[in-house]
């Protein structure tokens, strides 16, 4: 089973890109070419990026990790992607709520443990992730249970068992997934942020606003972190806690009013003493005009982030290419580039996500279009694309000491590489 999402930062519709710039990358220079590049592995980059202390702490490329059986037949392929490319590994599917109690009260996270010990096997780290899809039980009966128990029993069981079950060997956890509404206005306060995203649990039925009303309010926020901060402090992990979100880079790329929302809630949590530690931007985007944020905005809500006192995260990242040409291959890769570029040179960013490893398990292929998705560094068969090569190029400029490229994606009116 791959992701399911209800909401994209922009729409997957079939089109031609009006404008595709021509971009200058890094790998056209001598010293990046691909044929330098291809003796290297990712992942050994990484190990010098990280031996040498660059970040000051560990840095992490990672992907989504899926059960085995999604595609039996890249078994063999994801094995060794994980033991040369990514050195962090997320799970899809299988450590969220439905998956890891089935039945109230009853716990079962061999699903999600299988993929813990897969990373662990292979030397990498582990990021958990708690979406908004819940178990049959409590998606089907959402008035069976009351705010009393929600609050005090039901979400906090599920935080503590699952962080606590798993062991103080994770790296990060999204504590809280997608809460805010798409529809800001600029001033919203935090909680009309929450409670007009007409979600569960603030709404009985997820996204009808005419459904009973649970929570009224924004607590639930707390009660969650305040639950992951419990757990972790009990098995003495130093686990980073997450919020994590689309739309998050502002600059109206596409809503500066619900970047604020965010900024705002992750403030006020701050303000409350409740345990925030970061927030990840989810990173769905395309190679069309208008269609991903700048550099100059990521870097800007990544120093926001710092002045809060919050790390940030590159999460959930491909980039959707309108067609099969050249140009706008070449212009998927200066996205990937640029959008990595704004985590490495960002003191508070130390974990880039990709949303599947490669094109035929990309969530995108799930759409009816006629668009050609190929959204990730690897193909359908496995190779690696222009793309993977940038990103290689840029994770090794980093490991060398070079300065931080000008903002490709912008085409080379703007700036040469």
Not at 43 to 65: A, E, M, P, Q
Not at 127 to 154: C, E, M, Y
Not at 356 to 375: A, C, I, K, Q, Y
Request: charged share 15%; hydrophobic share 40%; aromatic share 10%.
């Amino acid at each position: 089973m791959h992701r399911t999402l209800i909401f994209l930062a922009l729409p997957i519709v079939a089109q031609a890109a009006s404008f595709t710039p021509d971009v200058s990358l890094l790998t056209d220079l001598p010293q990046f070419q691909i044929q330098n590049l291809d003796k290297l592995t990712l992942r050994s980059v990484l190990k010098t990026i990280n031996d040498k202390r660059l970040k000051g702490t560990t840095f992490y490329f990672g992907s989504t990790l899926a059960d085995p059986s999604v595609a039996p037949q890249n078994a063999a392929w994801t094995s060794a992607r994980f033991e040369d490319t990514f050195n962090l590994a997320v799970a899809e599917n299988n450590c969220k709520w439905f998956s890891n109690e089935p039945a109230e009260g009853v716990f079962n996270l061999t699903a999600c443990a299988e993929l813990r010990n897969f990373a662990f096997q292979r030397g990498i780290a582990f990021r958990g992730l708690w979406h908004n899809q819940r178990p049959d039980w409590l998606a089907n009966n959402p008035l069976n249970f009351t705010v009393s128990q929600l609050n005090k029993t039901i979400i906090p069981n599920a935080v503590q068992s699952v962080i606590e079950g798993l062991g103080k060997n994770l790296v990060s956890w999204d504590v809280v997934n997608e809460a805010l509404t798409d529809s800001a206005t600029p001033g919203m306060s935090v909680t009309e942020c929450v409670v007009n995203a007409s979600r569960w649990p603030n709404f009985a039925v997820d996204g009808d606003a005419s459904s009973p009303v649970l929570f009224p309010d924004a607590s639930f926020l707390n009660t969650a972190f305040l639950n992951a901060d419990k757990a972790r402090k009990k098995i003495g992990s130093n686990l980073q806690l997450f919020y994590n979100d689309y739309n998050g880079y502002g600059g109206n790329f596409p809503s500066q009013a619900k970047t604020d929302c965010a900024f705002n809630m992750l403030a006020q949590l701050k303000r409350s003493g409740v345990p925030v530690d970061g927030m990840g931007i989810q990173s769905h985007y395309s190679a069309n005009p208008g269609a991903f944020p700048s550099k100059e905005s990521a870097h800007f809500t990544m120093d926001r982030l710092k002045s809060l006192g919050l790390m940030g995260a590159i999460t959930e990242m491909d980039c959707w290419l309108p067609d099969n040409t050249t140009e706008s291959l070449r212009w998927q890769a200066s996205i990937f580039g640029d959008l990595l570029d704004s985590c490495l040179f960002s003191s508070n960013c130390n974990e880039f996500i990709l949303w599947d490893p490669r094109d035929d398990e990309s969530w995108l292929n799930g759409f009816n279009t006629t668009g050609v998705h190929m959204g990730t560094l690897f193909d359908s068969s496995g190779n690696r694309k222009l793309p993977y090569f940038e990103v290689l190029a840029r994770l090794l400029n980093f490991a060398q000491g070079g300065a931080e490229p000008c903002s490709t994606s912008s085409g080379t009116s703007a700036c040469i590489v």
